[in-house]
């Protein structure tokens, strides 16, 4: 592997722009550029701002420039040529000679491909003429070759036009070589050799082959994870070298159980520890398809591998820190992801047990159904104490006693509403929800027709607010007779109906129902009964 330093501009206290500055003002700026690794320099040019790309790519080696590349266009197999333009147009400001340099250091196929895929390219000694083709063209300096620019924008012929001019002006040799490669040679072929040479200098830099990597979610056999076994030493953990690149920073503080049995590690522990989270990390970026370039992607993905790590850590620890210390010592941490992940793919498995009759569920369990059904299960904050909004990783014990607590709800409200109320949930119809059906249910009660389910009709509506309301609200009593009226069907019946029953009548006590509302012909929804 090759000795690549670790990242420094993580916690630097400059801002980027003033460490660019720094580094360009120094005694040898070009000396202070080539000693910073290729991670570190493409991370300052997207920090910093893709203006800065001119001095800094101006002063890197072609190693580095190559590098860097690597990271900013490629997206999973595929070359992304949204994203190369700033960074040739980097390279074209520095000058057709500095151009020539970093030319000479690219894969020639990559080079070729650049090209390729954004022009069409005629050669003149070989007949071939560009009849019906429209401007703009590039006709080379030694009469070569006739090149069609089929760049989307002007911006892009422009920047492509002046790309062919600087490669004449600084090599005719390596500009024909590249220009008859790019018109030569099959895209695939082009494509297989390039993403071959970029692996290899990625796997260098430590990032996983993406085969490989998709280890890291095979499910396991959570019963075969037992801390005080040796896979920690067998699989290299414990003496990773340190030339491992450092990923960026995950932005919130680690999962209290992981962060709680790092601390009772020993220095030799945590050191390899440390090195352990760099490679699981970068194994999860590779299964992903994250472009390590993808600085907030990465984050993210660094993130959701941590969580996981620490829902695995403790479960198999079962919530002891100092049993989780001799797990991180012990088991590799790749055993210890594939441990988090499989139990998330387990509540899938519940989540698809519940069959087409949970899509009427309301939110945040249709949130949770369709996030825990996905590659990758998260869980909606809206489940967190307090609520919160957006997604997150399933991360601890309690995620997984809230996750399946909402699930076994969701399965007694499923039941309850069928054979209760007598409607087949996956027969409501688009848009209505369970929640619907019950709250139609609670206005028929606190109106004394019973708890049963029918249409709600607008002169309910009426009656309820004018009977039933106090203060905008549902009166204490009207919510004891509704209990009461429900409770012979809740009898023997899982206890989370009371706390669904509760929500329905908050749900109904919330809206304020304004007299003369109409209702939809079949159900009450919470639009019905404005605040």
Same mark, same amino acid.
């Given at each position: 592997?090759?000795?690549?330093?670790?990242?420094? *501009?993580?916690?630097? %206290?400059?801002?980027?722009?003033?460490?660019?500055?720094?580094?360009?003002?120094?005694?040898?700026?070009?000396?202070?550029?080539?000693?910073?690794?290729?991670?570190?320099?493409?991370?300052? *040019?997207?920090?910093?701002?893709?203006?800065?790309?001119?001095?800094?790519?101006?002063?890197?080696?072609?190693?580095?420039?190559?590098?860097?590349?690597?990271?900013?266009?490629?997206?999973?197999?595929?070359?992304?040529?949204?994203?190369?333009?700033?960074?040739?147009?980097?390279?074209?400001?520095?000058?057709?000679?500095?151009?020539?340099?970093?030319?000479?250091?690219?894969?020639?196929?990559?080079?070729?491909?650049?090209?390729?895929?954004?022009?069409?390219?005629?050669?003149? +000694?070989?007949?071939?003429? /560009?009849?019906?083709?429209?401007?703009?063209?590039?006709?080379?300096?030694?009469?070569?070759?006739?090149?069609?620019?089929?760049?989307?924008?002007?911006?892009?012929?422009?920047?492509?036009?002046?790309?062919?001019?600087?490669?004449?002006?600084?090599?005719?040799?390596?500009?024909?070589?590249?220009? #008859?490669?790019?018109?030569?040679?099959?895209?695939? +072929?082009?494509?297989?050799?390039?993403?071959?040479?970029?692996?290899?200098?990625?796997?260098?830099?430590?990032?996983?082959?993406?085969?490989?990597?998709?280890?890291?979610?095979?499910? *396991?056999?959570?019963?075969?994870?037992?801390?005080?076994?040796?896979?920690?030493?067998?699989?290299?953990?414990?003496?990773?070298?340190?030339?491992? @690149?450092?990923?960026?920073?995950?932005?919130? &503080?680690?999962?209290?159980?992981?962060?709680?049995?790092?601390?009772?590690?020993?220095?030799?522990?945590?050191?390899?520890?440390?090195?352990?989270?760099?490679?699981?990390?970068?194994?999860?970026?590779?299964?992903?398809?994250? &472009?390590?370039?993808?600085?907030?992607?990465?984050?993210?993905?660094?993130?959701?591998?941590?969580?996981?790590?620490?829902?695995?850590?403790?479960?198999?620890?079962?919530?002891?820190?100092?049993?989780?210390?001799?797990?991180?010592?012990?088991?590799?941490?790749?055993?210890? +992801?594939?441990?988090?992940?499989?139990?998330?793919?387990?509540?899938?498995?519940?989540?698809?047990?519940? =069959? %087409?009759? &949970? $899509?009427?569920?309301?939110? /945040?369990?249709?949130?949770?159904?369709?996030?825990?059904?996905?590659?990758?299960?998260?869980?909606?904050?809206?489940?967190?104490?307090?609520?919160? *909004?957006?997604? #997150?990783?399933?991360?601890?014990?309690?995620?997984?006693?809230?996750?399946?607590?909402?699930?076994?709800?969701?399965?007694?409200?499923?039941?309850?509403?069928?054979?209760?109320?007598?409607?087949?949930?996956?027969?409501? =119809? $688009?848009?209505?929800?369970?929640?619907?059906?019950?709250?139609?249910?609670?206005?028929?009660?606190?109106?004394?027709?019973?708890?049963?389910? &029918?249409?709600?009709? @607008?002169?309910?509506?009426?009656?309820?607010?004018?009977?039933?309301?106090?203060?905008?609200?549902?009166?204490?009593?009207?919510?004891?007779?509704?209990?009461?009226?429900?409770?012979?069907?809740?009898?023997?019946? %899982?206890?989370?109906?009371?706390?669904?029953?509760?929500?329905?009548?908050?749900?109904?006590?919330?809206?304020?129902?304004?007299?003369?509302?109409?209702?939809? @012909?079949?159900?009450?929804?919470?639009?019905?009964? %404005?605040?």
């Amino acid at each position: 592997m090759a000795n690549t330093p670790r990242r420094i *501009i993580t916690d630097a %206290p400059l801002t980027p722009a003033r460490f660019v500055d720094a580094l360009l003002s120094a005694d040898d700026p070009g000396e202070a550029v080539s000693t910073l690794a290729v991670q570190d320099l493409h991370a300052l *040019i997207e920090d910093a701002g893709i203006e800065y790309a001119v001095d800094l790519l101006a002063l890197a080696t072609p190693e580095q420039v190559q590098g860097v590349l690597d990271l900013a266009l490629w997206r999973g197999d595929e070359l992304d040529l949204a994203a190369s333009r700033p960074w040739l147009a980097a390279l074209v400001d520095g000058g057709y000679e500095r151009l020539g340099e970093v030319w000479k250091g690219l894969d020639p196929e990559l080079a070729a491909l650049l090209l390729q895929r954004e022009t069409r390219i005629y050669d003149l +000694h070989e007949g071939e003429v /560009p009849d019906d083709e429209e401007p703009p063209f590039f006709a080379t300096p030694d009469r070569c070759f006739m090149v069609k620019i089929t760049a989307p924008d002007q911006e892009s012929v422009m920047l492509l036009d002046r790309l062919l001019d600087f490669l004449y002006r600084a090599d005719q040799v390596l500009a024909r070589h590249t220009l #008859r490669a790019a018109a030569s040679e099959p895209t695939s +072929h082009l494509e297989e050799m390039a993403l071959r040479w970029r692996s290899g200098r990625m796997a260098d830099l430590g990032y996983a082959d993406y085969y490989e990597a998709l280890e890291v979610y095979r499910p *396991i056999d959570l019963a075969s994870v037992k801390v005080g076994e040796t896979t920690a030493t067998r699989t290299g953990l414990a003496d990773t070298s340190s030339s491992l @690149p450092v990923l960026v920073g995950a932005r919130g &503080a680690p999962p209290s159980f992981l962060a709680a049995a790092a601390l009772r590690l020993t220095d030799d522990e945590r050191a390899a520890f440390e090195a352990g989270l760099v490679l699981l990390g970068n194994r999860v970026l590779s299964a992903d398809r994250i &472009a390590p370039g993808a600085r907030e992607d990465a984050a993210r993905g660094i993130d959701r591998a941590r969580a996981t790590l620490a829902l695995g850590l403790e479960v198999v620890a079962r919530g002891e820190v100092d049993a989780g210390a001799r797990a991180l010592a012990t088991i590799s941490l790749t055993r210890l +992801h594939r441990v988090g992940h499989s139990i998330g793919l387990q509540l899938g498995e519940l989540v698809r047990a519940l =069959g %087409p009759r &949970a $899509a009427c569920a309301g939110e /945040p369990q249709q949130t949770l159904l369709a996030t825990l059904s996905g590659l990758r299960p998260l869980i909606p904050r809206l489940l967190d104490h307090p609520p919160g *909004i957006g997604l #997150r990783p399933l991360a601890t014990r309690d995620d997984i006693r809230r996750v399946t607590f909402a699930l076994a709800r969701l399965g007694a409200e499923l039941g309850f509403v069928h054979e209760v109320l007598g409607q087949d949930p996956a027969q409501l =119809g $688009a848009g209505v929800t369970l929640g619907d059906v019950g709250r139609s249910s609670v206005v028929r009660a606190a109106l004394g027709l019973g708890f049963v389910f &029918a249409p709600v009709r @607008p002169k309910d509506l009426v009656e309820l607010r004018t009977t039933c309301f106090s203060d905008g609200k549902l009166t204490p009593e009207v919510r004891a007779a509704v209990l009461a009226a429900a409770a012979p069907a809740l009898r023997g019946r %899982p206890p989370q109906l009371a706390e669904v029953l509760d929500g329905w009548l908050d749900d109904v006590s919330a809206t304020g129902a304004a007299a003369g509302q109409s209702s939809p @012909p079949l159900v009450l929804t919470r639009s019905d009964l %404005p605040e």
